[in-house]
């Protein structure tokens, strides 16, 4: 048995039951396999468990534009699927669904200011979710988000449904989704192919 290795002005020393012998580094080598031989676990480094990444999930292009008592988010994803909208009074949306191939999809927003839930609208199209958020207050907002900070890449102003606040009245109340826009027998008001958030889940059921 041996009891203690150890290395002295490049000599290796081994204590065993066999008392004291002094090796050379080269020859030492043939008695460290040996040594390993003996201890079938010597020398072996232990496998670390992997851990598996979760797949994060992506965020989908969204586009913004606002009213005076409404801001639209229209969110670009074709043949979504498990489209889930949550909103809370102080600000807070949320958006989750499933790609064409199932890939998830999600984001979450702090608008700039209050919101009425009740009474947001949601339109699902083949191309694209639109969402109508309903404002606490009839007001512009500086920006979309409540943080002053530059928002995400995937964030964008909607300049084909943008409006100045002087050319309100000329805009339509509800902008049509692209394939309203492409279309001439979908044309859609204010209340047409909508559903109410608290409907939606209802929708989703059937």
Not at 24 to 31: E, V, W
Not at 133 to 162: G, M
Request: with cysteine; net charge positive.
């Amino acid at each position: 048995m041996l009891n203690k290795i150890s290395l002295v002005e490049g000599c290796w020393i081994i204590k065993g039951a066999f008392g004291r012998k002094t090796f050379g580094g080269r020859t030492f080598k043939s008695m460290e396999a040996q040594v390993s031989n003996n201890n079938p676990t010597a020398g072996k480094k232990k496998k670390k468990k992997k851990k598996k990444k979760k797949k994060k999930n992506r965020q989908p292009e969204v586009l913004w534009a606002q009213r005076s008592d409404k801001v639209y988010l229209t969110i670009s994803l074709p043949d979504a699927k498990d489209v889930s909208v949550k909103s809370e009074p102080e600000g807070f949306f949320s958006f989750s669904a499933n790609g064409a191939q199932g890939e998830p999809f999600d984001f979450n927003l702090e608008l700039f200011g209050p919101i009425v839930p009740e009474n947001n609208k949601v339109h699902i199209g083949l191309r694209n979710i639109i969402c109508s958020i309903h404002k606490e207050k009839k007001v512009w907002w500086k920006r979309l988000l409540k943080s002053q900070e530059k928002p995400a890449p995937y964030i964008k102003v909607d300049w084909n449904k943008w409006c100045d606040e002087d050319d309100e009245s000329e805009k339509s109340d509800w902008p049509a989704s692209d394939e309203e826009e492409n279309s001439e027998d979908d044309e859609s008001d204010d209340e047409g192919g909508l559903l109410y958030l608290p409907d939606l889940e209802k929708a989703r059921g059937k």
